[in-house]
Structures are given as structure tokens and as C-alpha cells.
């Protein structure tokens, strides 16, 4: 049985106790405070969990004929695998005799060629032709790197120097390839190939 002396000795000990707790508790909830403003609370990060970033396809086509590409550009630059027997193809010699006369062969192109999407969204492009393409940014359409396929229009600034230009080349897709375009900021966008200048996409981002 205790006397008065040990009770208050009780009474002292948990009231230094609930300090104690009540101490714990402040510094418990400043750190939780804390932590949401640094956004290290998952509860913050789940609310975008199963919501996965939209992806809009892009998809570049071209028909070069083998046999032609080849012999001037080296083995295996045009891998198409359309049909050359059935007229499926276009030979390096008229596309360029095409491009110069200013109707462009229209077997080379970006599908779509307008995009509406909204912001966040990803561009996957994928090269589904025969030979390879850039997917480069302009201010402005214009012409590409090289004069032949130009029609007369001068190269733009961003296509300039063709792939020893890394800003060019990092655009670039090999065939059967595809390149990812991601954090597109609200407005018009344009691009075009680098190579094949007729081939355009202009993305409206909301
Ligand atoms: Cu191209």
C-alpha cells in the first residue's frame, strides 16, 4: 500500500510520461507534415497509380524498292518487305525524280498527319517502312538534309548537318524501330522527317 508521498511520486511519474507522449506526437506530426510537402507520402503518389501515361502512335511508311536503294546506298539500307514484282515499290531514281518535280512519292509519309492529344501524352513512332527516317522538330516545315529530295526548299535550321549533327540523330528511326516523344508542352507542334521532307505531323497538345 502506497502512502501520499509515493502516489504523488505516481502522479509526477505520468505526468512526465504524458509529456513524453505529447513531445513524441508534435515531433511525429511535423515530420508527417514534412514528408507530404516533400511528396515522400505514397498516399500522395497513388492517386496517378493505374492511370498509365496515354500513348498516340505514329507510324512511318516508305516503299523503297531494295534492289535500287542498295546498289547506291550499300547492302541492306532498304529492308522493305513489300513487293517490288507487283509495282508495290518505288526505285531510288524516281523518288528523287519525283521529289525534284515537286509531287513527292506520297508511299513515304507519317500516319496520321494531324494529332490532337492531350498533355502527358506520349508519341510512340514506329518505322514500319523500308528504310530509315528522323522524327525532328521544326519551327518551321522545310527542307531536309538532302538537296535532291528538297524541291528547291531550303533546309531547315534543325535538320541542318544531317546525323553528324547529334541533335539530328537522336531523332533518327531505323526500321522497325520506334522513338518515344514525351513531355510535349501545350500548343502546336511540327514535325517532319530530316531525310524525306514531305513527310509532316502536326501535333496540337491540350
Ligand atoms: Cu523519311
Same mark, same amino acid.
Given at each position: *500500500?502506497?502512502?501520499?508521498?509515493?502516489?504523488?511520486?505516481?502522479?509526477?511519474q505520468?505526468?512526465?510520461?504524458?509529456q *513524453?507522449?505529447?513531445v513524441?506526437?508534435?515531433?511525429?506530426?511535423?515530420? =508527417?507534415?514534412?514528408?507530404?510537402?516533400?511528396?515522400?507520402?505514397?498516399?500522395?503518389?497513388?492517386?496517378?497509380?493505374?492511370?498509365?501515361?496515354?500513348?498516340?502512335?505514329?507510324?512511318?511508311?516508305?516503299?523503297?524498292?531494295?534492289?535500287s536503294?542498295?546498289?547506291?546506298?550499300?547492302p541492306?539500307?532498304?529492308?522493305?518487305?513489300?513487293?517490288?514484282?507487283?509495282?508495290?515499290t518505288?526505285?531510288?531514281?524516281?523518288?528523287?525524280?519525283?521529289?525534284?518535280?515537286?509531287?513527292?512519292?506520297?508511299?513515304?509519309? =507519317?500516319?496520321?498527319?494531324?494529332?490532337?492529344?492531350?498533355?502527358?501524352?506520349?508519341?510512340?513512332?514506329?518505322?514500319?517502312?523500308?528504310?530509315?527516317?528522323?522524327f525532328?522538330?521544326?519551327?518551321?516545315?522545310g527542307?531536309?538534309?538532302?538537296?535532291?529530295?528538297?524541291?528547291?526548299?531550303a533546309?531547315?535550321?534543325?535538320?541542318?548537318?544531317?546525323?553528324?549533327?547529334?541533335?539530328?540523330?537522336?531523332?533518327?528511326i531505323?526500321q522497325?524501330?520506334?522513338?518515344?516523344?514525351?513531355?510535349?508542352?501545350?500548343?502546336?507542334?511540327?514535325?517532319?522527317?530530316?531525310?524525306?521532307?514531305w *513527310?509532316?505531323?502536326?501535333?496540337e497538345?491540350?
Amino acid at each position: *500500500m502506497k502512502n501520499s508521498r509515493g502516489q504523488r511520486q505516481d502522479r509526477d511519474q505520468n505526468s512526465k510520461e504524458n509529456q *513524453m507522449k505529447t513531445v513524441t506526437i508534435r515531433l511525429l506530426a511535423t515530420l =508527417f507534415i514534412a514528408a507530404v510537402t516533400l511528396g515522400f507520402v505514397p498516399a500522395a503518389v497513388a492517386q496517378n497509380k493505374g492511370k498509365p501515361a496515354s500513348v498516340a502512335q505514329v507510324v512511318a511508311l516508305d516503299e523503297c524498292d531494295p534492289f535500287s536503294f542498295n546498289l547506291v546506298l550499300g547492302p541492306d539500307f532498304c529492308k522493305n518487305v513489300s513487293i517490288g514484282i507487283l509495282g508495290y515499290t518505288t526505285t531510288f531514281q524516281d523518288l528523287f525524280a519525283q521529289a525534284a518535280a515537286g509531287t513527292p512519292d506520297p508511299g513515304w509519309d =507519317f500516319e496520321p498527319d494531324v494529332l490532337n492529344v492531350k498533355q502527358g501524352t506520349t508519341l510512340s513512332v514506329v518505322d514500319q517502312g523500308g528504310e530509315p527516317h528522323t522524327f525532328t522538330e521544326v519551327a518551321k516545315f522545310g527542307g531536309g538534309f538532302i538537296d535532291g529530295l528538297n524541291a528547291g526548299e531550303a533546309t531547315v535550321p534543325e535538320c541542318a548537318g544531317g546525323f553528324k549533327n547529334v541533335a539530328v540523330a537522336k531523332t533518327r528511326i531505323i526500321q522497325g524501330s520506334q522513338l518515344q516523344v514525351t513531355d510535349l508542352s501545350k500548343g502546336e507542334h511540327l514535325f517532319e522527317c530530316c531525310i524525306h521532307p514531305w *513527310m509532316r505531323v502536326k501535333v496540337e497538345v491540350k
